[in-house]
């Protein structure tokens, strides 16, 4: 920034106490400059690397439409990331156009979790050049604060060279109904392990305070989803509601308190509506006793709340319809929605780039302009802390360097071995468990490229030749009618019985070990009669599998929930009580050693 801008906009003096830069600026804004605060809408990268133009398949504005004339300053960036140089290169282009503008306010980058190996779209984004771990479940299964921090920590150096400042994570919800499609990046079911592993997440990302090397978080989603009915997912309408027939709500706010003391920055309510209790039945983001009355009344929370991705406005996604998740206020118009969601107390709309409407709520008188202030403070005191204003351009060659380091790529290698969780391992008739098994072997394997099987064996071309057999298999989901649905594993936990007849042909053939994907607690137990071992991951590639598998690593992993012994005791579970099911195959804390 030139002298002469500086003496333009005192806000940018650094000696000056946040507060007083905060007004500073405040006072300079307009009605629309204010407005742009309160949308925080998702980016993509351009084909070219550059700034994108419009994306008619996402409803995506261009980033020139988005920053000159909605004048918007929060963005979620969409997509896989390219090198560490790419994309500084990308932010560093937005940050500038950003210069450009009338204020010059820097832009604030957010990101949904994109450090793990296994990739569900609907909740998590490809890591592309970053460092590789396991899933949250996955963290939580090592069951080591110190190691929950070092990712976090990791995770901060690779966004932070790339200007990404806000961690849409982590997902602090309790995993206590087993259908749930949103658990995979919980911390599992149990309230004092997601406390403890929720707060060290925390403070990597943080650190001790917010300031200019920090990642701030956004913790999820208040007051915690996971007791949902039938194990729905409110994205979609027949999931809005969250129940408490065991009468534990506040169980679920635990994770919380911790997360509150840790220092969380943002919070992020869920789409879900409360069903029979003292709340108002409408979605977390429009329910004023949960915002204003819990969360900044009971626990003083003074931060950032931005709500769960379009409430507002009906959409097209991937040329669907894809309606406001405006649960318990279907009959509101959107510009009627806005009210209510400010009215509740929340700062910010996430999912959303109209700022038009809020701009005709304030003209209209529906708003006041005193209002948007409340919150615009929130939103500018953040940029400031994060010291936003003085260093919004990064250093694209140290980028490229930071990202994908060797010793991050290692240390998430460790902790995707680490994760691995042995359920069985049956002895044979000489006396020799199924695990780990020698290097060196015939082995036929499923689901494993087999140049990765000839590191550590004979590739067999049919179970018949092998001598021992690795397959490995993703939960089991129901498909439903569209794409994006399809994104969220839903419905049943059984295995379809032509794969159960797949496992036990192949198991009467050779000993054969099988490795589950569980991002959802499955009904293992078809499996495991079949089986000469099982293990269940939540990301980890397949040469950290296959040398676990082999003895050259050990598995730390613990179950971080109960495995249900049939669907029967699933759909009698109560969904917001933990360890509910009734005799389950596997207690949580489950875990064999090698």
Known sequence: MTESNAVDRPWLDSNLPIAERVELLLAAMTLEEKAGLFFQSMIAIGEDGGLAEADPVFGLPSTVDYVTERHMTHFNLFGAAPSGRGLAEWQNALQGLAASTRLGIPVTISTDPRHSFSENPGAAILAGAFSQWPETMGLAAIRDEALVEEFANIARQEYVSVGIRVALHPQIDLATEPRWARQLSTFGEDAELTARLGAAYIRGFQGNTLGGQSVATMIKHFPGGGPQKDGEDPHFAYGREQVYPGGEFELHLRPFEAAFEAGASQVMPYYGMPVGTEHEEVGFGFNKSVITGLLRGRFGFEGIVCTDWGLINDSVLMGEPFPARAWGVEALTPLERIVKVLDAGVDQFGGENTPHQLIELVRDGKITEQRLDVSARRLLREKFVLGLFENA???????????????????????????????????????????????????????IDPEVVAEFGVVASSPGEADIAVLRLQAPFETRATFFENFFHAGSLDFDPDTLEHVREIAGQVPTIVDVFLDRPAILEPIVDAAAAVVVNWGVNARALLDVLTGGAKPKGRLPFDVPRSMSAVEQNLPDVPFDTVDPLFHFGHGLSL
């Open 393 to 447: 351009m990064v250093d694209a060659s140290a980028a490229e360097d930071i990202v994908g380091a060797a010793e991050f790529v290692a240390a998430g290698e460790a902790a995707q071995r680490a994760s691995i969780t042995v359920l069985t391992n049956d002895v044979n008739s000489e006396g020799v468990p199924a695990l780990p098994f020698a290097r060196g072997l015939r082995i036929y394997a499923e689901g």
